[in-house]
T-cell receptor, first 111, second 113 residues
Framework: GQQLNQSPQSMFIQEGEDVSMNCTSS?????WLWYKQDPGEGPVLLIA?????ELTSNGRLTAQFGITRKDSFLNISASIPSDVGIYFC???????????FGKGTRLHILP | NAGVTQTPKFRVLKTGQSMTLLCAQD?????MYWYRQDPGMGLRLIHY???????AKGEVPDGYNVSRLKKQNFLLGLESAAPSQTSVYFC????????????FGPGTRLTVL
């Protein structure tokens, strides 16, 4: 089946640093999504992107829908301890398709 | 509002035993989903429902059955549990016109010995 490749798999950063992660696919997606999973909880939607080239922010988080429609990027500025968790990219190729999730990027913040 | 709730939170089964996981949502969502999450595998869709009385297969449906007798409930059944079904199971729900915004429950951690 279709796969989304997320990188990096995990990140160890210092509090206050900026974070960048990305997600790629071999197929074109019409919707890109970014979810965050806090430890011991279910994922929560952070940002949804619907147009190629779209740049959308949610507080300190900014996500972009790649021009080729085969990738997406998530940036977190000035990281804080509560940013710890797993960030999943997800996508939908067509409106009637189901969402496909990537394997996640696990973010660790060093004190 | 409680959102999406799942019961039980934890369960240990022996191979061959059966069990049912219950998901309930109080947001009047039409769509409901069951996912499993395994280390390094992300979230994989097991079954989903677009409305009361309807269900459909997802990416990994084998070994599972589901039922949606009431709009607010979505049940996931394991008829004969296998060690490969050891996982964390998440239920989610969404509105028909906003399928990308899925609201997830807290998960059920299942171990099959």
């Amino acid at each position: 089946g279709q796969q989304l490749n997320q990188s990096p798999q995990s990140m160890f950063i210092q509090e206050g640093e900026d974070v960048s992660m990305n997600c790629t696919s071999s197929s074109i997606f019409n919707t890109w999504l970014w979810y965050k999973q806090d430890p011991g909880e279910g994922p929560v939607l952070l940002i949804a992107l619907y147009k190629a080239g779209e740049l959308t922010s949610n507080g300190r988080l900014t996500a972009q829908f790649g021009i080729t429609r085969k990738d997406s990027f998530l940036n977190i500025s000035a990281s804080i301890p509560s940013d710890v968790g797993i960030y999943f990219c997800a996508g939908r190729m067509n409106r009637d398709d189901k969402i496909i999730f990537g394997k996640g990027t696990r973010l660790h913040i060093l004190p | 509002n409680a959102g999406v709730t799942q019961t039980p939170k934890f369960r240990v089964l022996k191979t061959g035993q059966s069990m049912t996981l219950l998901c309930a949502q109080d947001m009047n969502h039409e769509y409901m989903y069951w996912y499993r999450q395994d280390p390094g595998m992300g979230l994989r869709l097991i079954h989903y429902s677009v409305g009361e009385g309807t269900t459909a297969k997802g990416e990994v449906p084998d070994g599972y059955n589901v039922s949606r007798l009431k709009k607010q409930n979505f049940l996931l059944g394991l008829e004969s549990a296998a060690p490969s079904q050891t996982s964390v199971y998440f239920c989610a729900s969404s509105y028909t016109n906003r399928p990308n915004e899925q609201f997830f429950g807290p998960g059920t951690r299942l171990t099959v010995l």
